[in-house]
Nanobody, 117 residues
């Protein structure tokens, strides 16, 4: 089992910034991908950004150039720096930990990000 604890959500005005963090603990397998997904009311959950244990990153089209994902493998922690936030970024943001090598996938409980216009 892997436990994920998210923090950093909140209310911010459009154009502002927030930084989310997610710490993983438990039975951490070395080869893994950590990432952030979000789900707005009435919409499907979508990928925001992810990063492999080797440092390769991927971003959803709507956040490219505004959000940056990073991680510290020693601390099993991933961060999402969100800049130039827009009202359409409002959603619950979920941390994800996954490893194809051992066929495991875990989710955090989510943290709410609200961007006021």
């Amino acid at each position: 089992q892997v436990q994920l604890v998210e923090s950093g959500g909140g209310l911010v005005q459009a154009g502002g910034s927030l930084r989310l963090s997610c710490a993983a603990s438990g039975n951490i397998f070395t080869l893994n991908t950590m990432g952030w997904y979000r789900q707005a009311p009435g919409k499907q959950r979508e990928l925001v950004a992810d990063i492999t244990s080797g440092g390769s990153t991927g971003y959803g089209d709507s956040v490219k150039g505004r959000f940056t994902i990073s991680r510290d493998n020693d601390k099993n922690t991933v961060w999402l720096q969100m800049n130039s936030l827009k009202p359409e970024d409002t959603a619950v943001y979920y941390c994800n930990w996954a490893s194809r090598s051992i066929n495991r996938n875990y989710w955090g409980k989510g943290t709410l990000v609200t961007v006021s216009g």
